[in-house]
């Protein structure tokens, strides 16, 4: 008898507990519940050109930004936290300019941004076109449309910017090439522009190299030159160099190049 009342009295205790927390949504205060995610792809293309487009050969960086769907719990109205240490795959859906894109920084920062570089293409040269860019993560999915302009840029400081000499790609391990970027206005006809400042840097520097000029004047052809030495990577790894034009502090025109470096 005892021994059943015992046992009655340890299913009623069990009941209790069950009934209590079963009892509101579950979640802890002051925590978010998450469930699935955005993303908004955005470019620094204003930045570095002041173009509603890139002219062939010119490139910008792609940054997509990953957020959760979050809300507060208490209130119940969306808070959206950024999603860090996410790999987002980058593609060219559509490419109408033949442009390539190289990945940046694929893994989310604690911001939620990953980012990858477009160079826009020379192809259907004369008219503009659209290349579509699109980042994705599982099934959540964000794009941007670029334009590349055909023809010479309408507005902007009149600085295009492009590199005509790099070490051939890949590169092995110490050695060095020299880097010139040649800077012409936008119009059709491509003048050189001298004694503007072209600054030289590291956007990615996965190989330990090193640029023997950061700044330097364009002269009477445009041109400025850097020599890039590799470093010594134990694996294949790629470089991202910058260059931008400023002139009386004003920034022109930014470019990159892509360098595969070999153990």
Not at 21 to 36: A, F, I
Not at 59 to 71: F, G, P, Q, R
Not at 85 to 100: D, L, M
Request: hydrophobic share 35%; net charge negative.
């Amino acid at each position: 008898m005892k021994r059943r009342k015992s046992l009655m009295i340890i299913s009623i205790l069990l009941l209790g507990l069950f009934f209590i927390s079963g009892c509101g949504d579950g979640v802890p205060e002051g925590t978010l519940n998450t469930t699935g995610g955005t993303i908004t792809v955005d470019s620094n293309l204003e930045q570095v050109t002041g173009e509603d487009g890139l002219l062939k050969n010119q490139s910008c960086i792609v940054t997509a930004n990953l957020m959760d769907k979050s809300v507060d719990p208490k209130t119940k109205d969306p808070k959206p936290q950024p999603l860090s240490g996410r790999e987002i795959t980058f593609s060219i859906v559509s490419n109408e300019s033949g442009a390539t894109l190289y990945v940046h920084k694929p893994i989310t920062d604690a911001n939620g941004n990953a980012s990858a570089i477009y160079f826009a293409g020379s192809s259907h040269a004369g008219v503009n076109v659209q290349d579509v860019i699109q980042a994705r993560i599982g099934d959540i999915v964000g794009a941007i449309s670029m334009t590349r302009l055909g023809g010479a840029a309408q507005k902007g400081s009149g600085f295009y910017l492009t590199f005509t000499s790099v070490p051939a790609s890949p590169v092995k391990a110490g050695d060095s090439g020299m880097i010139t970027a040649y800077v012409t206005d936008n119009t059709t006809d491509k003048v050189p522009i001298k004694d503007v400042i072209v600054t030289f840097s590291f956007l990615n520097n996965n190989s330990g190299a090193t640029l023997s000029v950061l700044q330097e004047k364009t002269d009477a052809l445009g041109t400025a030159s850097t020599v890039y030495t590799a470093g010594k990577p134990t694996t294949t790894v790629q470089d991202i160099i910058q260059a931008s034009v400023t002139d009386n502090g004003i920034t022109g025109s930014t470019n990159y190049t892509v360098i595969t470096v070999n153990p």
